[in-house]
């Protein structure tokens, strides 16, 4: 690679289209509305995640079952986990992110699958389910946090 | 505060989760932007831009079959690419040091780390229109210049050497402060998913993310 670079001057910068201040300009209260715009959002949140364990049950049963190579079975439950851990905070839910991003950092070390293997996996789907079951919005409080215990010791014995 | 009137920017949006796509058009709206396209990948994306004078794109990085990153690097450097100087916010929950400097050596304007709000979003807007960076051509790169500290005052096309010792720097006073192990950056560099070597990189929080790419 050379160690010259050129630089070049974009043809047009977004100052040229956005005015400072006046009506309709961005300000606390249209943060304010956008933030709770997600609030209002939580309650389909709900619906959309039990679809997602909907999808990520099925892919921990393909994976369960060795239908394929299992770099994609994994892959696949990767995904779901991937997009829940995602939305969950998104949407108030901090707890679906917690578990959903300590599912995506086993899954994602992982070649191929054990009986121990699964059996984590599972762990961690079925904490998933309950925290929508539950209801279990931003922490969890003391039963999210009882959850998260309750995990790492369940996963540490399997 | 009185900010920016974004109602005259086109925003398109990439994500193959619909739930995320109307997230973000929701905020969007909540903030006055009128004008936003969607799109389910990156390569309807990419057909999007040829009719769609999107000012801003708001980027997920896991789709397919064109991921988030190919899409980046179609629009910069693809040579039937419509718009290769659009501003572009890469939008994921895959926030390793290694995953933030591989979407900047894309050609990312911003990196937004899942989970997200409003003041989020608007932040990484408001950085793209208060710092507009000259774009850099260098080797195989061609995107914003990833040296947002210096803001040299330019006329026209000039040439400089590419200075590869600052951003190791940076990468590397970020690797102290996480007490990473040494080698990291190696693993990292390989960007691979799952290596199958049971190592984990931490994940960045947005501050650490900004406080990286700002060297």
Redesign the interface.
Known sequence: ???????????????S????????????D??E??????AN?AD??VN?AKEDLVKLENAYKNLKEGKGDQ?EL?LGV??VA??M???????GY?LM?AVG?KL??L?????KVGPKEIEKIRIYVDAMQVIISRGLKGDGGKEGQQLLMGLEVLVQKS | ?????????NFLIVDD?K??R??VK??L????VKSILEAGDGADAFKELRHFPA??IICDW?MSPLDGLDFVRMVRTGTDSPNP?V?IIML??HTEMHRVMEARDSGVHEFLA??????G??SRIRA??ES?R???????YFGP?RRRKEN?N?N???????DKGEVEGSVSSISDKLKEPSGNEDKAASGG????????AP?LSQDEINALLNG
């Not at chain 1, 509305?33 to 997600?38: D, F, L, M």
């Not at chain 1, 851990?85 to 949407?91: D, L, T, V, Y």
């Open positions: 690679m050379s160690d010259d670079s050129e630089i070049i001057t974009p043809p047009s910068n977004l100052q289209k956005v005015q400072k201040g006046g009506p309709g300009a961005v300000d606390l249209a943060i509305r956008a933030e709770q715009v997600i959002l389909d949140y959309w770099k994994l990767f995904n991937h997009d851990k995602g939305q969950g905070g998104s949407f901090e992110t991003d995506c950092r899954v994602e070390k992982l070649d | 505060m009185a900010d920016y009137n974004l109602s005259r920017l989760n739930h995320m109307a997230l929701s905020i709206h909540a903030l006055g000012d801003l896991s100087f501003p994921t929950g899942k989970p997200i709000s409003a003041k979003i608007y793209i229109i507009p000259p774009f850099i051509r260098a080797g195989l210049d040299p330019y026209g096309v000039e040439r400089r050497k590419a998913d799952g290596g199958g070597d049971g190592g984990e994940e």
